[in-house]
């Protein structure tokens, strides 16, 4: 190897390790970061979101600005009342629960040039219409998708192609016992392991996932309680290397650092943190594993704070809590990590915030957007 070359691989070494040291995680969350593995770092495109009135709009995203533009068509005609909306890594497709009992998940195909949505239809979950879906969650490969439904966790195969929903064997899995509340889910960015939360015990249930198979094994000792009361809302850091739980009802959020080979959690030394006055109806984390985000539909605030990449203790940012134009109900921050976008459910819009190097919270120019409705809720972004 001659000198030149020498140099520069030692100073890729020395660059890897310097990002390993200053981020404080494992050369597989780097990785993750760098969008190696799961691809899932990117440029938004599409910023796709539910309303109650029983449709979906479609934004094409500023990629300089983040500002929004209604894609022409839309509205678009949905089942129910659309709820969680997940959107495949690919960007080509979006998946839609009904949160108003008709038991499926529907399927729309994204035009990755207009943003133009095209219902493929409704795959119905194990429970038939006794079933509701505000939370999917969609591994990085786009090859298994996992639903909520009230009771348990449904699985499905994602033909990658189509779009199409194949049921897996071996589900449902159940999350506590017969009645329990499966409330919410969450993919592990890294592919490794499935949070489901109880939100009547107020337990997560954890497991590990084969990614060739999507089948599901409960990590031991599992479940693991969040000390909440009727928390709403499981979520893995964009890293993949802490879990946190939202509740209303404690006005707290709480977290867990995953051990990166069980899946196993532990709680976080200083949590729950207490919201304030601030309740938490939905917690979201840009995809860099910097930040998370308390969205509340009650006061019309987002409580933000900074992570830790080493513990995962969370510390309230400067300036928190931001007050975007209305009460939100559900958000997602985009690929690139720049813009944080909220269903508003007062203006029933979509309201655009910018995202500092801080973590602070700025209201784009023209945020709300898109014509009022009845209740904006879930919110995907697309990648390019």
Not at 102 to 114: A, D, K, L, P, R
Not at 187 to 198: E, G, K, N, Y
Not at 318 to 340: C, T, Y
Not at 363 to 384: E, I, L, Q, Y
Request: aromatic residues 8%; charged residues 10%.
């Amino acid at each position: 190897m001659n000198r030149s070359r020498k140099h520069f691989v030692l100073a890729l070494a020395l660059l890897v390790g310097s990002a390993l040291a200053i981020l404080g995680c494992s050369s597989g969350e780097l990785a993750h970061i760098l969008g190696g593995t799961n691809g899932t770092i990117g440029i938004p495109a599409f910023v796709i979101t539910g309303d109650f009135d029983g449709f979906l709009r479609s934004f094409s995203v500023n990629t300089t600005t983040g500002a929004l533009t209604e894609a022409p068509g839309s509205p678009f005609s949905a089942v129910g009342c659309p709820w969680g909306v997940m959107a495949h890594p690919s960007g080509k497709f979006v998946f839609v629960g009904d949160d108003c009992g008709s038991g499926g998940v529907e399927v729309f195909s994204v035009n990755t040039t207009t943003g133009a949505l095209t219902s493929l239809g409704q795959t119905p979950l194990s429970k038939g219409n006794a079933s509701w879906t505000n939370s999917i969650g969609v591994t990085p490969s786009g090859k298994w998708l996992y639903v909520a439904n009230g009771t348990d966790l449904d699985g499905f195969a994602v033909n990658t192609t189509s779009g199409a929903l194949t049921p897996l064997a071996g589900f449902p899995v159940s999350v506590g016992g017969g009645g329990d509340l499966a409330f919410s889910v969450s993919v592990d960015p890294q592919s490794r392991f499935v949070a489901a939360l109880d939100r009547n015990s107020g337990e997560v249930y954890m497991y590990t996932l084969n990614d060739s198979t999507g089948a599901l094994t409960p990590v031991a000792g599992s479940p693991f309680d969040s000390t909440l009361s009727s928390p709403e809302v499981v979520l893995f850091s964009g890293t993949g290397g802490f879990v946190y739980v939202s509740s209303q009802d404690s006005v707290a959020v709480m977290g867990f650092k995953v051990n990166s080979t069980t899946g196993a959690l532990t709680p976080i030394a200083g949590l729950p943190v207490d919201t304030v006055s601030t309740e938490p109806f939905q917690i979201v984390a840009d995809p860099l594993g910097r930040f998370l985000y308390a969205l509340t539909d009650n006061d019309a605030q987002v409580v933000a704070y900074s992570i830790d990449p080493t513990t995962g203790a969370l510390t309230e940012i400067a300036g928190s809590p931001f007050d975007p134009p209305g009460e939100s109900q559900g958000g997602a921050v985009d690929p690139s990590g720049r813009f944080l976008y909220l269903g508003d459910c007062d203006n029933a819009q979509t309201d655009g915030l910018t995202i500092g190097s801080t973590g602070a919270l700025t209201n784009m120019a023209g945020s709300p957007f898109g014509p009022v409705g009845d209740c904006s809720s879930g919110v995907a972004v697309t990648r390019k």
